[in-house]
């Protein structure tokens, strides 16, 4: 199982953009964390957290700007982000701690290629 990121690119400051995460294989079930992101020379840190209840918790710096939701579809995960700011610059990844493939359950930490945003005037 791979998870794929993907919809980043450049955008102003003020700006939006969606970010869409899905998974490869022939999975039937998983369980997204959340979002995180990597800044350069930074920690990666968690964006948005999806509970086991469905609930979200954001980062402070993102509340009331970012939100994810889980698609209808294919299991697929989004972060759609409004009033951009540069801080918000880095690599966008997205995590699943539980998936399920064929005959395969598996507890285990689930990453793939992030994708890049880039905030900047």
């Known amino acids: 199982v791979q998870l794929q990121a993907y919809g980043g690119g450049l955008v102003q400051p003020g700006g939006s953009l969606t970010l869409s995460c899905t998974a490869s294989?022939?999975?039937?079930?998983?369980?997204?964390v959340g979002w995180y992101r990597q800044a350069p020379g930074k920690q990666r840190e968690l964006v948005a957290r999806i509970t086991r209840g469905g609930s979200i918790n954001y980062v402070d710096s993102v509340k009331g700007r970012f939100t994810a939701s889980k698609g209808n579809a294919k299991h697929t995960l989004y972060l759609q982000m409004n009033s951009l700011k540069p801080d918000d610059t880095a690599v966008y990844y997205c995590n699943a701690d539980h998936a399920c493939w064929g005959a395969i359950c598996s507890n285990q930490d689930f990453w793939g290629q992030g994708t890049l945003v880039t905030v900047s005037s």
């Open positions: 294989g022939s999975i039937y079930s998983i369980n997204y």
